[in-house]
């Protein structure tokens, strides 16, 4: 009976509470009610607060607002300040009891919060907080009693979080930043005393963030009768990637990879004795001025590369250590101490930062050890192609000051005792002298600095002196394999110098050195034998904007070239540098057959970006003592036909080229390539064809060579005329000229004497030829030959035989024939000149010569008589065979 009696009871009171709770719902539907809870929220939140509505819960005692959106402070926009999907207000037992509504908890179920900040600094966020009081003072500097609580109606235990967002505005303007899936808590642990444990992710509009990391925040605050003030806060960020911290802070990826992690401890005015702030990582607890803030900073990087290389073991880590203080009002942020770490390197020092009417910045550093491992792993983390063997020894001491906006440099002093760098491909390492410099006056200077292969060498006194001599004009002898340099800049002009003066036994060692530093110098060739270089780049007011100068001189030489059969001979040549012109000049340089001198120089205007995209960009000079076509055949082909000139240009041009921060294409740079000049052989042969004292005007502009005004000495006579050639897709080659004074004797005999053989042809030519062929090597050359033209004749004659009395008479007579004039047109075709045919005139007599003659100087030819009535010749007069000693016969043709 009495478990029935329980039951009961237990039944009806479930109903009962199911009834309250119905009936609860249904009152808080009623428009009178909505509005008075509604007014209560607006209580709680100091702010205008619109509900889609409510709803009630006993177990456990809750009040749900739905829909809940808090509006903002019109002096800081119209958008509003908080919105929520659900807003949850925990009950109190006690208070319901007594019928009164006393919030215990707050949960927020996907808030979204505005902060905004004014044009004069302020936040939105304060205008929300209650005036501050005059007896938060006490309590701020931990003196005095507590403030007393708030009213029971607004006092909370705990805040929730859920999935919530944080945005950022200045003004009416938005920023990209903001905080998404906020989530956490803020409890009361005291009256006045509050504790934080929320986390939430960085994010960035129009940015797309794969690894941004999850930021923790916990700490403990004052009240909002406090202004939250004393304060003090730990902040953990973890699992970000320096790819996005980049992104976040600058909108775009700036190309660099990594992690990155972040531990801060924060503190603003001074919490009492015994009170729950402070730890083992907070800063000093000393008195802050209102709005300031202390802090300490632990910020780690590692595994530091570009974005395109392979992550390594050995890439570089930095630490940045820091206590200081933040100041918001006045904008002011100062680093005190600062250290920065990496593996083997620190740089310590202080730095501070202000904003507003009158910027300032100033950066100290007091000390700093840089380790040339470190600079080396920074180099190979950006670098590609660095060897893998390629190691370095030393340290460089520095310390400076940096004050003033814009920034200025007050003072530097920077030393080392050396380095030591080990390079694959050397047997010996690279020795560092000891140098120093620093700021003197106006003037930032590196003293001397030498740099050897020689492990016992020249002291450093002798290489410092000898090093002076050369940077104030000397003309002293470097020691083999040394270098030595310097340079200066003047702070208050922007004027600088570097320089270099070098010498080196075997320029392959500069090729290995520059190889293992992944910056190869060989891009198709190779280089052998001793260099001699004096350089220095100078600018007037950027560094970027400065002009080389100097030389590099070569000796003996030799170079090895991608599309060249045979290496090219650099007896003695120099590259040279002057302002914006550079260029080479040669000595005696053996190549194709031939020694060549002369200059090659890159106009200024071209070096400088300038001129139309017609304007010749390179200038030359240019001299031979002679050229064969076997020569340059048994240069170019067979093995390097295929491209040879491209490949050829590509190396000569080192590869390829950056240009409007792009990297352009090898077969596009030399496209681009654009030069003109002045070339001179003093003999040119192609096969038992010689020509001297050949001269051209000649332009080389999207692999189309042109040579104009070109002229020649040939068979005691001169060839002018104009030469193209096409070097893209399939090489082409034409010839428009003309011949003037051609001594017949020495154009048809291969080497005429003092008294020529009978049967030799004499006389004076001219006339004009147009010839083309195409291909790479004497066989496709000749094989594509074909040429057309016309003959004038004067004064011919044919030693041996008397061609008219022999017609005449139909047997053959010895002695000579004569012809005073003739005239006539041929054609060459698969290596034969065919003569079509050419008529000889002499007293009103009228002879035709026809038939083919190769180009070995062999004939096959026929001459007739014209008779008087035009009608056909009876007899041919045939010559066949060399034409030094031809067989000739008398024929008839009826």
Not at 228 to 246: I, N, V
Not at 648 to 668: V, Y
Not at 682 to 700: G, H, I, P, Q, Y
Request: proline share 5%.
């Amino acid at each position: 009976m009495r478990r029935k009696k329980w039951l009961k009871r237990a039944i009806a009171t479930l109903v009962a509470i199911a009834a309250a709770d119905l009936a609860a719902n249904a009152l808080l539907r009623a428009d009178r009610v909505k509005q008075a809870l509604a007014r209560r929220l607006a209580a709680a939140f100091g702010r205008p607060v619109a509900v889609g509505h409510f709803s009630l819960s006993l177990f456990p005692p809750a009040l749900e607002a739905a829909q809940v959106t808090v509006s903002e402070d019109p002096a800081f926009g119209h958008e509003y300040f908080l919105r929520a999907d659900q807003v949850t207000l925990g009950l109190r037992w006690s208070g319901l009891l007594h019928g009164k509504l006393e919030f215990a908890t707050f949960s927020l179920s996907r808030p979204s919060l505005n902060l905004v900040r004014d044009a004069f600094g302020g936040w939105n966020l304060d205008r929300w907080l209650p005036p501050a009081r005059r007896d938060t003072a006490g309590v701020a500097s931990g003196m005095g009693p507590p403030a007393p609580p708030p009213p029971a109606t607004a006092r909370l235990s705990r805040v929730d979080f859920d999935e919530g967002r944080v945005d950022f505005k200045k003004g009416d303007d938005k920023l990209p930043f903001a905080f998404v899936q906020v989530s956490g808590r803020v409890e009361q642990v005291a009256p006045g005393r509050w504790t934080l444990d929320l986390e939430a992710r960085p994010w960035r509009g129009g940015v797309s963030l794969q690894a941004a990391g999850r930021l923790f925040v916990s700490g403990e605050i004052a009240g909002t009768s406090l202004r939250l003030q004393p304060a003090e806060l730990r902040l953990h960020w973890t699992e970000a990637s320096l790819a996005d911290l980049m992104r976040l802070a600058r909108g775009h990826d700036s190309g660099l990879r990594g992690a990155v992690s972040v531990d801060a401890v924060a503190r603003s005015g001074t919490f009492p004795a015994g009170s729950a702030g402070g730890g083992s990582n907070a800063p000093p607890n000393a008195a802050t001025r209102p709005g300031e803030w202390t802090f300490h900073l632990e910020a780690r990087a590692q595994q530091i590369h570009r974005w395109d290389l392979t992550e390594r073991a050995d890439n570089p880590a930095l630490n940045l250590i820091a206590d200081g203080r933040w100041n918001i009002g006045s904008s002011e942020l100062e680093f005190s101490p600062m250290r920065l770490e990496a593996p083997r390197s620190n740089v310590r020092g202080e730095a501070s930062y202000a904003t507003g009417p009158r910027p300032s910045f100033e950066v100290r550093v007091d000390s700093a050890a840089i380790q040339a491992s470190d600079a080396l792993a920074w180099y190979r983390a950006f670098h590609a192609g660095v060897a893998e063997d390629l190691t370095a020894l030393g340290m460089l001491s520095f310390s400076a000051t940096l004050k003033g906006w814009p920034v200025e440099l007050q003072n530097a002093a920077f030393s080392s005792r050396g380095a030591t760098v080990r390079v694959p491909g050397l047997t010996r390492a690279l020795h560092v002298g000891p140098f120093e410099g620093g700021r003197t006056r106006n003037r930032l200077a590196l003293d001397v600095c030498w740099i050897t292969l020689d492990p016992k060498p020249e002291t450093a006194a002798q290489a410092r002196a000898l090093a002076r001599v050369h940077q104030n004009g000397g003309s002293a002898i470097l020691p083999s394999n040394t270098a030595v340099g310097g340079g200066s800049f003047d702070l208050a002009t922007g004027a600088g110098a570097l320089w270099m003066n070098a010498s080196v036994d075997r320029i392959e060692h500069a090729s290995a050195l520059a190889k293992a530093f992944g910056r190869p110098l060989e891009r198709g060739w190779e280089l052998e034998g001793r260099a001699d270089a004096g350089l220095q780049w100078s600018w007037a007011a950027n560094p970027a904007d400065g002009e080389l100068g100097g030389g590099i001189n070569f000796r003996d030489a030799r170079l090895q070239v991608a599309g060249l059969n045979l290496p090219v001979a650099v007896n003695a040549a120099r590259l040279f540098w002057e302002g914006r012109k550079r260029g080479a000049s040669l000595r005696s340089v053996e190549a194709f057959g031939a020694e060549w001198s002369g200059e090659v120089s890159q106009s200024s205007r071209a070096a400088a970006g300038e001129g139309d995209a017609g304007s010749a960009a390179w200038n030359f000079e240019l001299h031979a003592d002679h050229l064969n076509a076997a020569d340059f055949d048994r240069w170019t082909g067979p093995r390097a036909r295929p491209g040879w000139l491209e490949r050829l240009l590509e190396s000569l041009s080192g590869g390829a080229s950056r240009d409007a921060q792009r990297r352009i294409s090898a077969s596009e740079l030399i496209h681009r390539i654009r030069a003109d000049g002045e070339i001179r052989v003093d003999e040119f042969s192609v096969e038992k064809l010689t020509m001297r004292n050949v001269t051209a005007r000649a332009s080389l502009a999207d692999l189309r060579l042109e040579l104009r005004d070109a002229s020649a000495d040939y068979a005691a006579g001169t060839i002018r005329g104009r030469f193209s050639a096409d070097f893209s897709p399939r090489p082409r080659y034409a010839l428009d000229a003309r011949l003037d004074k051609i001594q017949l004797g020495a154009l048809l005999s291969p080497a005429p004497e003092a008294g020529d053989p009978p049967g030799a042809w004499q006389g004076v030519a001219g006339g004009e030829i147009h010839l083309a062929t195409s291909g790479v090597g004497r066989n496709d050359l000749f094989a594509g030959l074909t040429a057309r033209g016309r003959l004038q004749l004067r004064n011919v004659s044919l030693r041996g035989w008397d061609a008219g009395r022999s017609l005449r008479e139909g047997s053959l007579q010895h002695g000579d024939s004569r012809w005073s004039a003739g005239e006539g047109e041929f054609t060459l075709q698969d290596g034969e000149i065919e003569l079509r045919p050419v008529e000889l005139i002499d007293r009103g007599e009228h002879a035709l010569l026809r038939g083919t003659v190769t180009l070995a100087r062999t004939a096959d030819l026929e001459l007739s008589r014209v008779p008087p009535g035009k009608g056909p010749a009876a007899r041919v007069l045939r010559i066949r065979g060399p034409l030094a000693a031809p067989e000739v016969s008398l024929e008839r043709t009826q």
